[in-house]
């Protein structure tokens, strides 16, 4: 039986049911656009993409979509020319929902009905209408709800396995509300006018004039927590996003994504370190009563961070001392990176695997550590590093290889809020790593001549491709080193402090990780956020430490 797909709630299923149609949601998030960039414009959003990708691929041959935005328009237009499909038709609404709006609605659905009814062979079906009506009830217990621009069917299942509480998708066509109308005689264009008021009544989306309506979404007393999710190019929910940040007082994660499964990696980090601050009794220590009782080990604890650059390892006493640490580069593989890494330490430590209570894992390969009894995200496991070198921190600022984070914790090293930048290496250790062999310098040097500064130069782009453009072009104009590291270290420490000041950072400031040691970084930040970053000799194993630390507590 064929499909009819859509991606509106303001989409009138109902009728297209009534005239013997089997209609689905259109919200799969493809590997790549390789058919999409080749008809439709690079600025055009992600899932205006995914939609022209699924067409292009023949997963749908039937296709009815309302105006929602330019991306919409402009994919409608190219499917005209490319889609080849059995069933195309555009429903043409205003963003508005008067009287105007609602004879305007009423005059679509009797166009679509009469072209849905030709392509189908069939007439309208009262039965088939009235029972194709399925209000959704509210929730009535805890959960979390999914707001903003719609999320593909793959992303959502990620944030469905990494949250502890039920997870509702309230985003675009998944809050859809139309009741079905009462008994009663009606000719066909009589029901069509009603029926145009229950598709423009229901809760708005940011495509209308009005969207006060939207309030029920989030003022619930059982939402316990949001997840904001946004597409790259759309810009109608980013308004929404700035007043509940002001406004909620659930916790609140902001995701964007580009609609292909491609990022759900980055985001999966994301989400799980927003599951472990709203019910760590759940997610972190999950199973630990379990294994305290299985134990064999002899009182020491081991955590280890896997980084794209490099895996590190801490192994406490049952004191909480450090008996080694350990820090070797991971690698191609992040298991053999920290199997070696380990073995290292446990050789440090002139102890053997046996010796060991639990293992904890965290960092971007935690999840490929065999060794780990348990894994828990280098967000949670970096603000209990740093809380236990020193409890009165209250933002962690924590540059990696391939990642920049900024931890925001409570009286009790709770995380609060946090912010990540891993879309691109702009403001990482690998930003930094390779500005050093454009220099031909070393970390070592390039940090130590990055203090030796005169001229104030500026490097415009944080784009690493661009900005090492930059930098050769300063070297061909016999700009000193040292003023161009400077210029690079400003580029870093301004980056850093956006995510601070999104992040709503207090004092006290520590900053961890590997850049934690390049003088001329840590200065710039120093001076931007006019506060000084508390720097500890722990600060490159601090993630593996926390992660020791959670491992004592299994």
């Not at 931890?407 to 990540?420: A, K, P």
């Amino acid at each position: 039986m064929s499909v009819t797909h859509y991606i509106c709630k303001y989409t009138p299923v109902e009728l297209l049911e009534a005239y013997g149609g089997s209609c689905a949601i259109l919200n799969h998030m493809p590997e790549n656009f390789d058919r999409s960039d080749q008809v439709s414009h690079p600025n055009l959003c992600g899932f205006g993409k995914s939609l022209l990708e699924a067409c292009m691929a023949g997963q749908v041959k039937e296709l009815v979509l309302v105006n929602c935005c330019d991306s919409i328009r402009s994919a409608y237009d190219v499917l005209l020319e490319y889609g080849n499909l059995d069933f195309l038709f555009m429903l043409d609404m205003l963003h508005t929902t008067g009287e105007c709006s609602r004879e305007r609605t009423k005059r679509e659905l009797l166009r679509l009905a009469m072209a849905y009814g030709a392509y189908k062979g069939t007439d309208f079906d009262p039965e088939k209408f009235q029972a194709a009506f399925q209000p959704q009830a509210r929730p009535s217990e805890p959960y979390l709800s999914v707001l903003g621009a719609r999320v593909g069917d793959e992303l959502f299942s990620l944030m469905e396995e990494s949250s502890p509480l039920p997870v509702r998708n309230d985003t675009c066509v998944h809050n859809r509300s139309v009741v079905g109308p009462e008994p009663g005689e009606r000719s066909f264009e009589e029901l069509m006018d009603w029926y145009a008021g229950a598709l423009l009544g229901q809760i708005p989306c940011m495509r209308m004039t009005d969207v006060t309506g939207r309030k029920q979404l989030y003022n619930d007393p059982y939402l316990r927590g949001v997840i904001y999710h946004t597409v790259k190019f759309c810009d109608y929910y980013g308004f929404e996003y700035s007043e509940l940040r002001r406004k909620l007082t659930v916790p609140l994660l902001k995701l964007e994504s580009d609609y292909t499964i491609q990022s759900n990696g980055q985001l999966r980090t994301r989400l799980e370190a927003f599951a472990e601050s709203i019910a760590p009794e759940q997610t972190i220590q999950k199973g630990s009563e379990s294994m305290r009782k299985a134990s064999t080990g002899k009182g020491f604890y081991a955590g280890i961070d896997s980084g794209s650059t490099s895996t590190d390892v801490v192994i406490l006493d049952k004191d909480r001392n450090i008996v080694a640490q350990v820090v070797l580069p991971t690698g191609a593989g992040a298991a053999i990176g920290a199997d070696r890494a380990l073995a290292e330490a446990l050789e440090q430590a002139h102890l053997r695997l046996s010796d060991l209570n639990a293992t904890v894992a965290t960092g971007y390969g935690r999840s490929a550590i065999e060794r780990g009894d348990q894994s828990i995200t280098e967000i949670t496991c970096h603000a209990k590093g740093a809380f236990f070198l020193d409890p009165q921190v209250r933002t962690i600022i924590d540059i990696g290889g391939q990642d920049s984070k900024v931890i925001r914790i409570d009286e009790t090293g709770s995380v609060v809020n946090f912010v990540m930048n891993d879309k691109c290496a702009a403001g990482t250790g690998r930003f930094l790593e390779l500005m050093a062999r454009t220099l031909e310098l070393s970390l070592d040097e390039m940090s130590e001549k990055g203090l030796k500064w005169r001229e104030d130069i500026t490097i415009s782009s944080m784009c690493t491709v661009f900005a090492e453009s930059e930098v050769v072009s300063l070297v061909a104009e016999n700009k000193r080193t040292a003023d161009i590291i400077h210029g690079l270290n400003r580029a870093v420490a301004a980056k850093t402090a956006a995510l601070c000041r999104r992040v709503g950072g207090q004092e006290r400031y520590m900053m961890t990780g590997g850049v934690s040691k390049n003088q001329g970084v840590v200065k710039e930040i120093e001076k931007l956020l006019g506060v000084e970053l508390k720097i500890s000799e722990k600060a490159q194993v601090n993630g593996a430490l926390g992660a020791a630390l959670f491992a004592m507590e299994m």
